[in-house]
C-alpha cells in the first residue's frame, strides 16, 4: 500500500496504538511491531475505511492485487493483527468480525500529520547523549498486546573524539550477530511463543528497503548476507544460501509458499528503514508450519548521526553472553572481528553486491571497490576475500575470459592474505581450496574444502566443491551426497541446480544430470552453465540431436564461447556430422589467432574427431595451463577415446591421479 503524497501524510492514533503510513511502523509505549508488508497492507487499509465494512475480496485485492491468493492468507493476517493489538474476535476491540461480508475496524482513531507524531528534538538527543557503554537493550515481557523482544540500539559518542558519518559497517555487523544469535537463544529459552516441532531449517529472506532511496539496496542486502553468515554456523540447522532467498527479493508470495518453495521450518523476514536522521530495522522469526506464528521479533533502532565503531564490541559482548550455547570456536570467531570504518565497509559491501550480477564489466567493477576498501584498510580480511572470488571469475570463461594460469596465483594469494588477517573465514578456505584442487593438491583440497565446512556447515559452495573433489578422484557415491547437501541448502539456485547436473555427468548418471539440467533451466531460463551441462549430457546419453540443439543456442547467447564451441564440435563429431565438426573446430582456430582461447575446447573436439595425437598434443597444453580438464581427466566422458593410449595413464600418473 502506497502512503498518501504530500506533507500532511496522516498518522493514525487509536487506543495506545500509532500507525505512521508514510514510514510504515506500528508503534505504542512498549515498542515497534515488526509487522511484514502485508500485515501492515491490511491494517493500514481497515483503518482508512473505518466508516464502512470492507468485503473479504476488496482486501485480498488491495493487499494481493497482482495475485490470486487463498482466503486463508487473509484470515491469517487479521488473527496475526489481533495478536499485536491485545484483540481477539469475541472481544473485537479493534476489528470486528462482520460475517458473510467481511472485516471493520471499531476502534476510534485520530488522525494527525506526521510532524505532530515525530518525536522531539530534546527526546532525539537525549537519546542520542548514551555512551557506547551505556547501550541499553530494552526487552518487553511476551504478553498479549506486546511485541515478543523488542530491542533499541542508541547511538554512542566516539570515546577519542572522532566524529563522523553513520557507521554501516558497525550496524550491520552488530545486527546480523544479535539476530542471528537470538534465533539461536530462542530455540532453547522459554518465554518465547513456542512450538510442538522443533525448527530445524529456516531462510532469511532479504530485508525490504524502505528507504526512499533505492541506492540503499546494497545496505539492505547487506544486512542480509550478514545474518545468513551467522546462522551457517549453526551446526543443527539448516540454513538457506543467500542465491536461493534473494530469489524472492520484493516478492509478493506468502509465507507458507515462499516455505514450501525453500522446503524450511520458519522464515526471517524484516525490513531496513532509513529515514531522515534514523536507521530503523525490523526483524522476526515466522514459524511457516503453524499459520504463520511469530515466534521470535526484536526492533533495533539508531541515529545517523556520530556512532562509534565500539558497535561492534557490543555484538561480541552478546556474543560472550551466550558462549555457553555456542561452541569454543564459534565464540572466538564472533569475539575475534575487529573493528572498521563506514568508507571501507561500505566498498566492501559494493564489491560483492556488483559480484552478484552477471554482466562481465561487473568483476572489475567489484574489483575496484575491494581495492578501495583495502587501499584504506590493508587489514580487512573479507575484501581480500572477495578480491580472490573477482580473480577466480576472471579467469572463467563465461565472465572474463582471461588465462586461468595467471588468474589462479592471485586467486591464490588474496584467499591466503585473507586467512592470514583472519582464519575463520570459510569463503577463503573454499577459494584456497578450489585453487589447490586446479593444482591437483587433492589432499590439500580436501582438507581446506572440510576446513570450511567445519566453519559454516551451511556453506553450499564448499558443499558443491567437495562433491567435485570426490568424484573427480572416482569417489562417486560420496560426491552425489555431498552434491545433494549443496542442492538442499541452496535449492532455488540455478547454478547450483546445473552444478549438481554436472556432477552427475561425471558419475555417468546421465537421466539424473539432464533432469537436474533441465530444473536449471525452469529457474532461469537460458542461463549458460544449465545448457551447457544439459548439451554434453545429451550427448553421453547418445540423443544426439537433443543435445546439437542445445548446444548451438548455448553458443548463440554466450558469444560463441570457446568451451561451448569444443564441446559442439565434440558433439557433431559423435553425431556423424564431420563437415560441421570441422567447421566449429576451424572457427575455434580462427578465434584463437585474434585472441586467448583455453586449450580444453581443442582436447574435446580432437577427441571427438578421433585425431589422438593432436588430442594429446592439446591436453599437454592443457597441463600448462592447469586447466579444470585436467583434474577431471580420470572421470570425464569426453575422454574416453584416449583412455587405452600409455600417455593418458601416464598424465594421470603425473597429477597423481592413478
Known sequence: MQAPSGNSTPVYEFGPFRLNTRRRLLESESGTAPLTAKVFDTLAFLIEHQQRTVSKDELLHHVWPDSVVEEGNLTRNISTLRRILGDSPEAHRYILTVPGEGYRFVAPVRSLPEEVATPSAGQDAQAHEVTASELQVEQSPVGRGTIHDSTRIVPAHDPHGRGGPFSMVATILAVAFIVATSVAVWMGQPGFARTDQPVQSLAVLPLENLSADPEQEYFADGITDAIIGRLSAARDLRVISRTSVMQFKNTRQTVPEIAEALDVDALVVGSVLRSGSRVRISVQLIDARSAETNLWSEIFETELGDVLLLQMNVAESIARSIELRRTARETRRVTGSRPVTPEVYEHYLRGRYALTRPQRAAVPEAMAHFEA???????????????????????????????????????????????????????????????????????????????ALDLEPNNAQAHIGLAHLLVAQGRIDDGVQLARKARALDPLSAEMAANVGWTFYFARRYDEAIRECQASLDLQKDNHSGLWFLGISLNQAGRFDEAIQILERAAAISDRSPGLLGSLTNTYARAGRRDDALRTLNELERRRQTGYVPSAPFVHAYAGLGDLDQAFTWLERAHQETSNLIWQLKVAPTMDPLRADPRFSALLRRVWLE
Open 373 to 451: 576498501a583495502l587501499a584504506l584498510d590493508p587489514a580487512f580480511a573479507p575484501a581480500y576475500t572477495g578480491l580472490s572470488r573477482a580473480y577466480r571469475e576472471l579467469g572463467t570463461i563465461f565472465r572474463g575470459g582471461s588465462p586461468q594460469a595467471e588468474m589462479l596465483p592471485k586467486s591464490v594469494g588474496a584467499a591466503q592474505q585473507a586467512l592470514r588477517l583472519d582464519p575463520t573465514l570459510a569463503e577463503a578456505h573454499v577459494m584456497i581450496a578450489a585453487a589447490r584442487q586446479r593444482e591437483w593438491q587433492w589432499q590439500e583440497a580436501d582438507t581446506a574444502f572440510r576446513h
